[in-house]
């Protein structure tokens, strides 16, 4: 297939890129990197079946015929999309619809990388894809959740207007390698923290809980939905539930850090609890996570350690 990949070069557009290129297929990457790198697809520069091109996607372009869509591109840490609020709203918005355009013209398969902050500060625990979720319309978190929400209502309206074989997946928090050091997110800070001996920042008591999935356990499920027959979305992540401060232990063992915890202000509209329900993915796709918190964040080790070493990049997003 040839495939298009928004977001290639993010965090996770990187890893389904290489996922994809692994299986044979050929890939476009479009990525206006203003939170991605070109560093994420350095390792490609000689493939021949990957091109990239720098282009925002909320400026009409046609990609030529393709047979397939993943919709990847969006800032997706706090600190970004409240950074780059009305570009997250366009792109979830626009950029999304011209995507959809795309697989509509050319009949090509297409999913959405939409979030478990559709559920905002969930009232319903673990999560299912049932539950329509309990999202501030106006909080510093809204152009994020609603940019997603409008996503997924934009998505189905193809699908049922239009017949695009679409595929909307609800992605709970994930890390892994080229998870950005500096963009804020839990993960990234803690490793970053930890390896440079700087106190981990705990934002509020610490008690909130978040459920962490790593990346290869999230592509494999992505890929495994992009084929199946269902149009639903469906929560794919790692139902083994954490608070913060047990993630902050997990990286101290996991790096031998001696770094102390410091305590700062919880964010307003923080999500309390998050966990998702994994039962449809479980029978529509016979997919489960196979790596725990700390094999995962091992795995995570080397990567982070190669940022820490280079002086540029900062440790918390804030
Ligand atoms: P990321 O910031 O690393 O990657 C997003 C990429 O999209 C970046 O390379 C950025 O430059 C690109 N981009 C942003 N706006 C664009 C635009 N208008 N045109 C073209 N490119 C644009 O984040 P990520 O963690 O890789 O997230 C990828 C997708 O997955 C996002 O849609 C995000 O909302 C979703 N998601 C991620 C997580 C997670 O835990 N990583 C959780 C839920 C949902
Ligand atoms: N968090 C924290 N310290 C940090 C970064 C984040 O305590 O340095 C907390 C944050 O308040 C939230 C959780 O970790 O409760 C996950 O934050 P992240 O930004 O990674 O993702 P999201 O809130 O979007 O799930």
Redesign the pocket.
């Known amino acids: 297939m040839h495939v298009l990949v928004t977001g290639a070069a993010g965090f996770l557009g990187s890893h389904l890129t290489d996922r994809l290129l692994a299986e044979g297929h050929s890939v476009l990457g479009v990525d206006n990197l203003s939170t991605g790198t070109l560093d994420n697809l350095a390792h490609l520069s000689r493939e021949p079946r990957f091109h990239f091109e720098q282009h925002d996607i909320c400026v009409p372009f046609d990609p030529g015929p393709v047979d397939y869509v993943f919709n990847f591109a969006s800032p997706a840490?706090?600190p970004e999309y409240q950074r780059l609020a009305i570009e997250t709203l366009r792109t979830g918005s626009l950029g999304t619809q011209h995507t959809l355009e795309w697989a509509s013209r050319y009949n090509a398969g297409y999913l959405h990388a939409s979030t478990s902050?559709c559920y905002g500060d969930p009232l319903v625990h673990p999560q299912t894809e049932e539950y329509w979720g309990h999202v501030n319309p106006v909080g510093p978190r809204s152009m994020y959740d609603e940019a997603k929400r409008y996503a997924e209502a934009l998505v189905m309206a193809y699908h049922r207007t239009r017949g695009v074989n679409t595929h909307l997946v609800r992605i709970f928090?994930t890390y892994g390698p080229r998870l950005r050091p500096g963009d804020?997110?839990?993960?990234s800070?803690?490793m970053m923290q930890a390896l440079r001996g700087e106190p981990l920042?705990?934002?509020?008591d610490?008690r909130?809980t978040?459920s962490f999935c790593y990346v290869d356990d999230l592509i494999e499920g992505i890929l495994r939905l992009s084929r199946a027959d269902m149009h639903l979305p469906v929560n794919i992540g790692n139902p083994s539930e954490f608070t913060?401060l047990e993630c902050a232990q997990a990286v101290l063992e996991v790096t031998g850090s001696k770094s102390e915890l410091r305590f700062e202000p919880?964010?307003q509209d923080?999500?309390t609890r998050?966990c998702p329900d994994i039962s449809r993915a479980r029978a529509l796709l016979g997919w489960e996570p196979r790596i725990a918190l700390k094999e995962g964040l091992a795995k995570s080790l080397d990567f982070f350690r190669r940022k820490a070493g280079s002086p540029a990049a900062p440790a918390?997003g804030r």
């Open positions: 840490s706090p902050e928090n804020g997110r839990v993960i800070n803690f920042t705990i934002y509020g610490g909130q978040r913060i919880l964010p923080d999500p998050r918390d």
